[in-house]
């Protein structure tokens, strides 16, 4: 079945960028996703990419795929405090709108 | 972006009543409306497929009597935790599709704690 992984945790300076990597398994999947979760809040939509680019900038995130690894990675320039939270992944399941997330990444920011 | 409004965002109730969750789309139709779980330090799992109209369809291991399911109108989804157990604590969120299924709308979620 779909399956979506994440490493579940990292860890950087304030200032340094980050990057956090998903694979999926899905190849039918037609858009993938970035959403960020604060403690006890609900999702925060961060950005999306359709399946057939390779790249995606919007301000101080970059999404980069690799559509013949299934790999999707987030990167996050000038990481501030306020960037710590839970990053999940998610790809959407055959254009149904159902989506499949990773386990998250819990992203801590160091001052 | 389309708004999809969920509540209560918090609740707490005692083991046995059932719990309410309602989603309403405030500026657009929704035909479909997915309801996800997430417990403590867990990815969200889809739970369940609302239709307007219809039955919703269940994902493997959720059971469909006590997690009801109503989707009456275009605007309006609705979730009840029947005859709620402290091991349904979790936090409920639902989404709703944007048009050509390119992104999903969610609910501010609702933390549910069952004493």
């Known amino acids: 079945g779909e399956d979506v992984e994440q490493s579940l945790f990292l860890s950087v300076r304030e200032g340094d960028s980050s990057v956090i990597n998903c694979t999926y398994t899905d190849s039918s999947s037609t858009y993938l996703y970035w959403y960020k979760q604060e403690p006890g809040a609900g999702l925060q939509l961060l950005t999306y990419i359709f399946s057939n680019m390779d790249m995606k900038q919007d301000q101080r995130l970059t999404v980069l795929l690799n559509k013949k690894d299934k790999h999707l990675s987030l990167r996050i320039a000038d990481t501030q405090t306020g960037d710590s939270a839970i990053y999940f992944c998610a790809e959407s399941i055959s254009n149904t709108g159902k989506l499949i997330f990773g386990q998250g990444t819990t992203l801590q920011v160091k001052p | 972006g389309a708004v999809v409004s969920q509540h209560p965002s918090r609740v707490i109730c005692k083991s046995g009543t059932s719990v309410k969750i309602e989603c309403r789309s405030l500026d657009f139709q929704a035909t479909t409306m997915f309801w996800y779980r997430q417990f403590p330090k867990q990815s969200l799992m889809l739970m369940a497929t609302s239709n307007e109209g219809s039955k919703a369809t269940y994902e493997q291991g959720v059971e469909k009597d006590k997690f009801l399911i109503n989707h009456a109108s275009l605007t309006l989804s609705t979730l009840t935790v029947a005859s709620a157990h402290p091991e349904d604590s979790s936090f409920y969120i639902c989404?709703?599709?944007?048009?050509?299924?390119?992104?999903?709308?969610f609910g501010q979620g609702t933390r549910l704690t069952v004493v």
């Open positions: 989404s709703a599709p944007g048009l050509e299924n390119t992104e999903a709308f």
